[in-house]
């Protein structure tokens, strides 16, 4: 069993920044990508961003030049830098992490939320 636990949410206001953890944790034989899902009220999950263990990252064209994505593979963590945010950004976040031979596992979810 693999558990997320996720942090670094909270209010801001718009053009600031947060950055938001993700520590997967359990027994976890490798770790294949790791990434970031939103949902806002009344849409569906979206990804945001995904970074693969050999550090290729893929980002939505929603937030690319102002997130970035980061891990450190030992400590199974993955990071997510939110800068420039908008109001629009707001949603509460998923960590994702995908493992060894191919399971997904899900966080309990981070509540960003922009003012504008």
């Known amino acids: 069993q693999v558990q997320l636990v996720e942090s670094g949410g909270g209010l801001v206001q718009a053009g600031g920044s947060l950055r938001l953890s993700c520590a997967a944790s359990g027994v976890i034989f490798r770790v294949n990508a790791m990434g970031w899902y939103r949902q806002a009220p009344g849409k569906q999950r979206e990804l945001v961003a995904r970074?693969?263990?050999?550090?290729?990252?893929n980002y939505a064209d929603s937030v690319k030049g102002r997130f970035t994505i980061s891990r450190d593979n030992p400590k199974n963590t993955v990071y997510l830098q939110m800068n420039s945010l908008k109001a629009e950004d707001t949603a509460v976040y998923y960590c994702?992490?995908?493992?060894?031979?191919?399971?997904?596992?899900w966080g309990q979810g981070t509540q960003v939320t922009v003012s504008s």
């Open positions: 970074i693969t263990s050999g550090g290729s990252a």
């Open positions: 994702n992490a995908n493992t060894f031979p191919d399971y997904n596992y």
